[in-house]
T-cell receptor, first 110, second 114 residues
């Protein structure tokens, strides 16, 4: 997988936007960026993915820089239930395998 | 979407024994994967379970230690053999279909080896 780099931890106040960065400077042109999260004691959950364009769904927005070397996952109004470890993944060559890095532990505070 | 059932959800086992974990999916899926998550760590891919053929193992994992079966498109098993306390982890099954971009995960099997 294209190597991704994420900060180990972040804090966010409840109701505010959470902006989680990810660097993927070695990403190739056909490699998507996927975001998953893992809430404590649960299996990972898909959030969103993108290739070049910014994407939005009911859970989050994904902003990808024009050179595709980094991206930001945005949770527009974080809640306590968004406290989780967030993983940014860029499968190499479009591989079906997902290789997880260490992720960012997001803590949403009341 | 796909709903995945893993059994058992947790177990405590004696060292030297083996445990077989089952993964049942509510629909036919092309790709099935097994992961390990050691305490406080991220997920590590063990292998891809291939239907009708031998599993494809990642570096550091071998068939003798983690034999995998995939008899059809909805079911797979992972066996953790000759267990030691270092095998204490959560083992997760994941599925993905080339027609869908997202992967789905089971809730995991929490294994403690004593």
């Amino acid at each position: 997988d294209a190597k991704t780099t994420q900060p180990p931890s972040m804090d966010c106040a409840e109701g505010r936007a959470a902006n989680l960065p990810c660097n993927h400077s070695t990403i190739s042109g056909n490699e998507y960026v996927y975001w998953y999260r893992q809430i404590h004691s649960q299996g990972p959950q898909y959030i969103i993915h993108g290739l070049k364009n910014n994407e939005t769904n009911e859970m989050a927005s994904l902003i990808i820089t024009e050179d595709r070397k980094s991206s930001t996952l945005i949770l527009p109004h974080a809640t306590l239930r968004d406290t989780a470890v967030y993983y940014c993944i860029a499968p190499q060559g479009g591989s079906e395998k997902l290789v997880f890095g260490k992720g960012t532990k997001l803590t949403v505070n009341p | 979407s796909a709903v995945i059932s893993q059994k058992p959800s947790r177990d405590i086992c004696q060292r030297g024994t083996s445990l077989t974990i089952q993964c049942q999916v509510d629909s036919q899926v092309t790709m099935m994967f097994w992961y390990r998550q050691q305490p406080g760590q991220s997920l590590t891919l063990i292998a891809t379970a291939n239907q009708g053929s031998e599993a494809t193992y990642e570096s550091g994992f071998v068939i003798d230690k983690f034999p995998i079966s995939r008899p059809n498109l909805t079911f797979s098993t992972l066996t953790v053999s000759n267990m030691s306390p270092e095998d204490s982890s959560i083992y997760l099954c994941s599925v993905r279909d080339p027609m869908n971009t997202e992967a789905f995960f089971g809730q995991g099997t929490r294994l403690t080896v004593v």
